[in-house]
């Protein structure tokens, strides 16, 4: 399904979600959630500390004071409290009235995001939010997922989109798993297991959501092996159809290789390189082109450099040194 057909996805924004890969309502169904936050997932104000990102509920006691950065950035302020302690949340671009019209003094909230310490103090930056007494998203859900950020997209915009295409999309889906077979058998489709990923029920295990240990995460991890497999088995019928061309007419190339190169072919190079003009291939192909005689030679040298003054003699064991027998040569180096 095309982007523009979800709710709140115009022209303008199917552009910018293509910039990122998202091209369709299947993608952004794709976007598994990276973990699942919720009331059990929630610790107390006063235990943040130096935390990158945390989970917190407590009471509204102050919200919509405007500020701005040295930027120029304008953000709105939310102050929020419980038993242990106090938290700053801000809300970039927010502005302050709307601020103050979600976030009323009283109210309980859980606030779910990045926390990063200013002037020594935890602040929550533009953290998700539920509001537990009446949920103005309409979810009322108490897990709910935070997905890895898409460039240009905030969290509740980019999860806004995903539940439209879990709307509209999520049971269109073609399910391509052999559920006749084990390890399948038992597993929901993957329409099931697309809700169950996205819009968990309350009384799903938080800590098996955020191990990947649910069913639904079962199915979603064997459909893409299954399909990683499949795609090996296909590209190796059509490798095992075909048969690669020898390289009959290179002459003049070897010619020019072999010139270039500061070092003479071993036999045992000698015996590839006929390998692979006469097309017969195996495992001798592979054989490395190393050069190692200007290993050897290089070792001498810097061995020399160390040996210099010291009234010893030193000799290069090599093989093929005496002509193509390939037998062992022992000589005083040059």
């Not at 979800?6 to 910018?16: D, N, S, W, Y």
């Not at 905030?154 to 077979?181: H, N, W």
């Not at 592979?286 to 000799?315: I, M, Q, T, W, Y």
Request: hydrophobic content about 40%; proline content about 7%; charged content about 25%.
């Amino acid at each position: 399904m095309e982007l523009t057909r979800l709710k709140g996805i115009g022209p303008k924004i199917a552009a910018r979600l293509r910039d990122t890969e998202i091209r369709t309502a299947a993608d952004l169904l794709m976007l598994v959630p990276r973990r699942y936050e919720g009331r059990a997932a929630a610790i107390p104000i006063g235990e943040i500390g130096t935390a990158s990102s945390a989970t917190v509920i407590g009471t509204i006691v102050g919200a919509g004071t405007p500020w701005r950065t040295g930027r120029g950035q304008r953000f709105a302020q939310v102050k929020l409290r419980d038993d242990t302690g106090e938290i700053t949340a801000i809300f970039f671009g927010a502005p302050a009235r709307g601020v103050r019209q979600i976030f009323t003094p009283g109210r309980r909230v859980q606030f779910s995001g990045d926390v990063k310490i200013v002037k020594g103090l935890p602040v929550l930056q533009h953290p998700d939010y539920v509001l537990l007494d009446a949920d103005v998203r309409g979810g009322g859900e108490e897990i709910f997922p935070v997905y890895a950020r898409v460039a240009g997209f905030g969290r509740k915009q980019l999860t806004s989109f995903i539940r439209a295409a879990l709307d509209c999309s999520a049971g269109k889906l073609t399910d391509a798993l052999p559920y006749e077979m084990e390890p399948f058998a038992g597993l929901p489709p993957i329409g099931d297991a697309l809700r169950q990923i996205h819009a968990p029920s309350p009384d799903t295990d938080i800590n098996s959501l955020n191990q990947f240990k649910t069913p639904a995460h079962r199915r979603m991890i064997l459909d893409e092996l299954f399909f990683v497999q499949l795609g090996l088995l296909m590209r190796r019928n059509i490798g095992r159809r075909g048969r690669a061309e020898p390289m009959r007419e290179i002459g003049a190339m070897e010619k020019s290789v072999r010139a270039a190169l500061p070092y003479r072919l071993t036999n045992a190079q000698e015996a590839v390189l006929s390998r692979i003009k006469s097309g017969s291939g195996g495992a001798a192909a592979d054989a490395p082109f190393a050069p190692r005689r200007c290993r050897v030679r290089e070792n001498d040298r810097r061995l020399s450099r160390r040996l210099h003054g010291g009234g010893k003699r030193r000799a290069i064991r090599t093989h093929g040194a005496d002509g193509n027998t390939g037998a062992p040569a022992l000589r005083e180096p040059q």
